[in-house]
């Protein structure tokens, strides 16, 4: 079955710290998206790409970059990791293709604490 | 002003009534909305998707837009404890193509 898989599931880095982390899916997808929750904010685009070596910027880019090579993977990397960037990072996908082409298929979730 | 507002509750109602969220979006060009379901430390699943003004329904899930008035709501009738979870209302604004704008959810609670 085809799937969305992203790692680590958890971390705890230091501030400063470079981290990525990475998200795989075998949909075959174009758009892949990330996206982070805090409490009360919902979710929020961070960076995201319709396409091999197409990149943008979301709404809360500062401090996070992504790559786009392949059609399989996104990294999201942070720089230097900061406390206001522990969050919970979700990244999705969508084919783009059709109607409901705009369905977002979600990874279960990295879990980053930075101290 | 939030582009997509949703109260965030908590809602609590009983096993067997009809549950009513809400959501309103700034931008009226949008035209895609959706609702996601999100159990406590598990990812976003698709519920619903609506495209077109007035009712779609799916099982027990009604979703029902209005253009005009600027909102999407989810009426989940015959409620079971097993739809407690917070609901996410997403929207792609006019302009955005591909992406989704995010309300920050509702959180339900089916009480026994």
């Known amino acids: 079955d085809a799937e969305i898989t992203q790692s680590p599931r958890h971390k705890i880095t230091e501030t400063g710290r470079q981290v990525t982390l990475a998200c795989h899916q075998t949909w075959n997808h174009n758009n892949m998206f990330w996206y982070r929750q805090d409490l009360g904010h919902g979710l929020r685009l961070i960076h995201y790409s319709y396409g091999v070596q197409d990149t943008n910027k979301g709404e809360v880019s500062d401090g996070y970059s992504v790559s786009r090579s392949n059609t399989e993977d996104l990294p999201l990397t942070l720089e230097s990791a900061a406390s206001s960037q522990t969050s919970v990072y979700f990244c999705?996908?969508?084919?783009?293709?059709?109607?409901?082409?705009?369905?977002?298929?979600f990874g279960a979730g990295s879990r980053l604490t930075v101290l | 002003q939030k582009e997509v507002e949703q109260n965030s509750g908590p809602l609590s109602v009983p096993e067997g009534a009809i549950a009513s969220l809400n959501c309103t979006y700034s931008?009226?060009?949008?035209?895609?909305f959706f609702w996601y379901r999100q159990y406590s430390g598990k990812s976003p699943e698709l519920i619903m998707s609506?495209?077109?003004?007035g009712d779609k329904e799916d099982g027990r899930f009604t979703a029902q837009l209005n253009k005009a008035s600027q909102y999407v709501s989810l009426l989940i009738r015959d409620s079971q404890p097993s739809d407690s979870a917070t609901y996410l209302c997403a929207v792609i604004l006019s302009g955005s193509a591909r992406q989704l704008t995010f309300g920050s959810g509702t959180q339900l609670t089916v009480l026994p």
């Open positions: 999705a996908s969508s084919s783009g293709l059709s109607s409901g082409a705009n369905v977002l298929t």
């Open positions: 609506i495209y077109s003004n």
């Open positions: 931008d009226r060009g949008s035209q895609s």
